[in-house]
């Protein structure tokens, strides 16, 4: 892929039909609904409001990193806490994991984090600006394990290019899984994307990142010896 110039159309995605989750209903805590209602209106961003000047956004110029689909916020607090001089943007679905971020940060007192409670294809198609971003993660995603689920999957081929052209020539695609035939298929889809460099020295998988925050769930499965791939992907100027 060319770098993003002022004028050049963005890469075009067909019409996703297909999600890469199911929407649960679930009860909220009272930390969860005082998050939603006490700290949207603080920290969060609408659809509704367009292409974002997230200089204007945040106030500040800064590094600036975009979490897809953050769960619980556990591990995107934890970040905004560690790189206060760098901005973070998450997206999740889930009201209840946004809930318990907002909750969060209401609790943290801390200004570097903005969330979206919406799909995240949206967001990078309606409201992130090309060549803007410094860092995108992905990190667990559902793998849909069984093979008539694959096209669930959200690491596909015009995925991968939409987050290219979000990302500033030189930034980093992280990604973490921790089932092996998906890190396989991440790993197909990202070394066949124009624009893509595999910063792994063997072109396969890089040592754990120590900037990437280490769930319990990570932490259990590290204990029954389950295995994580780690793969970060840099964007290049052509």
């Known amino acids: 892929m060319t770098e993003s110039r002022q004028g050049e159309a963005a890469p075009v995605l067909h019409r996703r039909e297909i999600k890469s989750y199911v929407m649960r209903a679930g009860r909220m805590t009272p930390g969860q609904q005082r998050g939603i209602e006490q ?134 695609f992280h990604l973490a899984t921790d089932w092996q035939p998906y890190a396989e298929h991440m790993l197909e889809v990202l070394n066949a994307t124009p624009g893509f460099t595999n910063l792994s020295a063997e072109q396969t998988w890089v040592p754990r990142p120590a900037e990437r925050p280490m769930t319990k769930f990570e932490q259990r499965g590290e204990r029954l010896g389950h295995g994580v791939w780690d793969l970060k992907f840099s964007r290049t100027a052509h």
């Open 39 to 172: 700290g949207m209106p603080k920290f969060g961003l609408q659809l509704t409001d367009g292409m974002q000047d997230f200089d204007r956004v945040f106030g500040r110029q800064a590094p600036r990193s975009l979490e897809i689909g953050f769960g619980m916020g556990q591990s995107l607090l934890e970040m905004a806490q560690a790189a206060p001089e760098q901005d973070f943007i998450g997206i999740e679905v889930y009201q209840a994991g946004v809930g318990a971020l907002l909750n969060g940060l209401l609790a943290s007192n801390i200004n570097n984090v903005r969330v979206y409670n919406c799909d995240a294809l949206d967001v990078l198609k309606k409201a992130v600006p090309d060549a803007s971003l410094d860092r995108v993660m992905l990190f667990f995603p559902d793998p849909w394990h069984k093979s008539r689920h694959h096209k669930r999957r959200i690491v596909q081929p015009d995925f991968a290019r939409l987050v290219c052209s979000k990302l500033k020539v030189g930034g980093i």
